[in-house]
């Protein structure tokens, strides 16, 4: 029985790696954004591929748009010029763990925030202002988008994988 518990938690370390480990940290408390937070959107944006671009634009390991990488330079002070810096593990990891930060303060929930950085802001504030997706205006007890609804599932999935096996 133990050795069936050993295999399992090896299988499920193998999906659910630990990568990037000493730019994670320091980047998650830089910015306040727990680690097992952090690995979860990494896993389900990427799984881990540093050069991924996806349809939309969105690059790297935590499929940061360049429009964002933009945004955020007013926080970061950097200029991700080329798209060789947006593809650098290093920056990519800041800007997605940054832009999370920032959602996380702005709608103090995860489910929204997490919302927010795969529809976009915009997009999330007129959900928090329908009925029909919130009723206080805070919170989202319908997402539209199934897109948007099922990476809310897998990355808080992924979140409790990450806790449970590496951050208890």
């Keep these: 029985m133990l050795f069936l518990f050993w ?5 499920i370390k193998f999906i659910y790696p630990l990568k990037y480990e000493d730019t994670i940290e320091n ?13 979860a959107i990494i896993k389900c944006e990427s799984d881990f591929e540093e050069k991924v671009e996806s349809s939309a634009g969105a ?7 360049p429009d964002t990488f933009k945004w955020l330079e007013k926080y970061t ?7 060789e ?6 920056n990519n990891i800041e ?4 832009f999370m930060s920032v959602l996380l303060e702005k709608y103090k929930n995860l489910d929204v925030s997490l919302s927010a950085y795969n529809a976009g802001i915009k997009t999330v504030d007129g959900w928090l202002k329908e009925k029909e997706t919130s009723h206080d205006g805070k919170s989202l007890y ?9 990476y ?3 990355v808080k999935f992924a979140y409790k994988v990450y806790k449970f096996i590496y951050f208890r």
């Design 77 to 83: 002070h950097n200029h991700y010029i080329s798209k």
């Design 27 to 39: 980047i998650s408390q830089k910015y306040n954004v727990e680690k097992p937070l952090i690995y």
């Design 7 to 11: 295999v399992s938690r090896a299988v």
């Design 85 to 90: 810096d947006m593809l650098n593990p290093e």
């Design 152 to 154: 809310v599932n897998k």
């Design 95 to 98: 800007c997605g763990t940054l």
């Design 142 to 150: 319908n997402i539209p988008y199934g897109e948007t609804k099922k």
């Design 59 to 65: 690059l790297g390991l935590m499929q940061v748009t």
